[in-house]
């Protein structure tokens, strides 16, 4: 009888660990990311390598040029900024970024996919830069930065426009309007020695500027070198300047 109890009783620990075995690796794989989840925020980070890329690029360190140059990328919403220089408080960017996920059946085809919002903690300074990723989103709207028109496309179609145009200011403004551009592109338009200068801005690295004169009409794009703060200011005066068409220095 006492034997049988042992049995018994030694059956019921074994399934009582079996059963608690169950329910952690039940846990486990309830907490464990999924695919898609791993995948979107892979794809995000890549993202926000890009918009990190970017600060780089154009040597940024304030804090309202940090937010609207991440909200220029695709795909990417800034939530918050706080800070003001890299250099003396640090910023800290909160971005939500939309990260495309996948998961693979056992054959590697793709059985689902969706995409889904992942957010990231960039502080930016003052020591050093640091990423958070797939952070908790915090409510609410994102930040009002509205997005840079584009000059893309719009080379071909100034000079088309400019063609035989005499250099008469009123004329080169009448080919421009032709045009109609987006109304935040800046256009600016001067005269100087029968020469007329044009200079239309999209955004601080996307500058076109024009030259009419006798002769016809030349157009020059600055490099992003020439184009950054302290350097050539895209003006129709640069245009009509001896700097147009020169190379960085």
Not at 99 to 116: K, L, M
Request: hydrophobic share 40%; proline share 4%.
């Amino acid at each position: 009888m006492n034997k049988r109890i042992a049995i018994g009783v030694l059956s019921a620990v074994v399934l009582f660990g079996a059963a608690v075995a169950g329910i952690a690796a039940w846990r486990h794989f309830r907490h464990r990311p999924s695919e898609l989840h791993t995948s979107a925020v892979a794809d995000a980070t890549k993202k926000v390598g890009q918009v990190l890329k970017r600060f780089d690029y154009d040597h940024l360190y304030q804090s309202g040029d940090y937010a609207h140059s991440a909200a220029q990328h695709s795909d990417v919403e800034v939530l918050a900024v706080t800070g003001q220089t890299h250099w003396q408080t640090g910023v800290t960017l909160i971005v939500k970024v939309a990260g495309h996920g996948v998961q693979h059946g056992a054959d590697g085809s793709v059985i689902a996919q969706r995409d889904e919002d992942i957010c990231f903690k960039l502080q930016l300074g003052p020591k050093s830069d640091t990423v958070e990723a797939d952070i908790k989103c915090q409510p609410g709207d994102p930040l009002p930065i509205a997005k840079d028109p584009s000059l893309d496309g719009v080379d071909d179609q100034l000079s088309a426009a400019l063609q035989g145009v005499e250099p008469n200011e009123a004329a080169v403004r009448r080919a421009i309007a032709s045009l109609k551009l987006d109304p935040a592109i800046r256009q600016d338009v001067a005269v100087h020695d029968g020469t007329v200068g044009v200079a239309l801005r999209a955004a601080q690295y996307d500058c076109l500027l024009a030259r009419v004169t006798t002769a016809g009409a030349a157009l020059w794009r600055p490099s992003h070198t020439q184009l950054a703060p302290g350097e050539l200011s895209c003006s129709a005066q640069t245009a009509l300047s001896g700097e147009f068409g020169t190379n960085p220095h």
